[in-house]
Nanobody, 115 residues
Framework: QVQLVESGGGLVQPGGSLRLSCAAS????????MSWYRQAPGKQRELVTS???????YYADSVKGRFTISRDNAKNTVYLQMNSLKPEDTAVYYC?????????WGQGTQVTVSS
């Protein structure tokens, strides 16, 4: 069993920054992929960014150059630094961990970008 707990969401003005954190607990294997997804109202959940155990990264085109994913393997924690936020980044952000053919999801954290 894996539990994921996100934190760091909130309300921010356009152009502002937020940092999300996701702490994983339970049975965590050395090789895994941690990701951030988001889901805006009325839209499908989409992959925002992911990072492998050896820190290879992927970013959706919509966030390249603005978002940075990182991880602390000793703490089983993944971070998402979001800069230059836009209203279209407003969504519930979900942490995801994939390992050995299974996956776990966090409960989600709301990010609202509005003036």
């Amino acid at each position: 069993q894996v539990q994921l707990v996100e934190s760091g969401g909130g309300l921010v003005q356009p152009g502002g920054s937020l940092r999300l954190s996701c702490a994983a607990s339970g049975t965590i294997f050395r090789i895994n992929i941690m990701s951030w997804y988001r889901q805006a109202p009325g839209k499908q959940r989409e992959l925002v960014t992911s990072i492998t155990s050896d820190r290879s990264t992927y970013y959706a085109d919509s966030v390249k150059g603005r978002f940075t994913i990182s991880r602390d393997n000793a703490k089983n924690t993944v971070y998402l630094q979001m800069n230059s936020l836009k209203p279209e980044d407003t969504a519930v952000y979900y942490c995801n961990l994939k390992q050995l053919g299974t996956q776990a999801w966090g409960q989600g954290t709301q990010v609202t970008v509005s003036s």
